[in-house]
C-alpha cells in the first residue's frame, strides 16, 4: 500500500484523476516546524492523501498526516514524546469569490497557478497547525519531578552561598 511519495503534487489535476498517496515523509527538514520542537533527528511523518471530486464537482484534498515528535514539557521541562495528527479537509479553490459558497465541512485552499507544490510544505503546514499550544504531560509530572530530583535540589541550595553568607561565617570564626 505504501508507495514513493512524490516530492511535488499537482492538485487539481490529482483531483480530477481520483489520486491516493500513501507513504512516509522525512520531517527533519521542516524547520518552521523544527522551531516548535526539541529536536527533529530521525523523524518522520505518515501521509494519506485523497483528492477527489465532490458530486458539487468541488475538487478536494482529504488529507491525514501523522508524526511522532518531541517537545520540552512546559510544566517540567523535560524532553517528551507526542503523537501528532494533523487531518483536513479542503476544497481545491481556483477563484477567491467561491470560497463563500463552500459547504461548511471544508476549508478553502486557494490555489492561484497551476505550478505543481512541494509536498512538504503542505504536510509542514497541516502539522504546525495540529501542534499542541502549550506541551505538556498528560499527568501530574511535576510531582515525579520532585521525587527524582530531591537530591539534586539540596546540591543546588548549597552552591548559591551568597557572598553575606561567607561573611557571616568568617565573623564567625573571629
Ligand atoms: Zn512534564
Redesign the pocket.
Known amino acids: 500500500m505504501h508507495q514513493k511519495l512524490p516530492e511535488k503534487i499537482h492538485p487539481l489535476r490529482h483531483a480530477q484523476d481520483g489520486v491516493k498517496l500513501v507513504g512516509n515523509l522525512q520531517t527533519h527538514h521542516m524547520l518552521r516546524l523544527g522551531d516548535a520542537l526539541h529536536n527533529m533527528k530521525g523523524s518522520t511523518a505518515s501521509v494519506d492523501m485523497i483528492f477527489d471530486v465532490d458530486k458539487d464537482n468541488i475538487p478536494y484534498l482529504q488529507g491525514k498526516f501523522t508524526s511522532l515528535l518531541t517537545f520540552i514539557?512546559e510544566?517540567?521541562m523535560?524532553v517528551?514524546s507526542l503523537t501528532i495528527t494533523a487531518e483536513c479537509l479542503l476544497a481545491l479553490i481556483q477563484n477567491e469569490h467561491k470560497i463563500k459558497a463552500l459547504s461548511e465541512q471544508y476549508e478553502p485552499w486557494l490555489i492561484n497557478s497551476n505550478e505543481p507544490i512541494q509536498l512538504n510544505s503542505i504536510v509542514e503546514d497541516e502539522l504546525i497547525l495540529a501542534l499542541p499550544s502549550v506541551p505538556?504531560?498528560d499527568f501530574n509530572?511535576l510531582s515525579m519531578d520532585a521525587w527524582h530530583s530531591e537530591a539534586g535540589e539540596t546540591k543546588r541550595t548549597m552552591n548559591v552561598t551568597s557572598p553575606f553568607a561567607v561573611l557571616s561565617a568568617l565573623k564567625l570564626k573571629d
Do not use: L, N, Q
Open positions: 514539557c510544566r517540567c523535560h517528551m505538556k504531560h509530572c
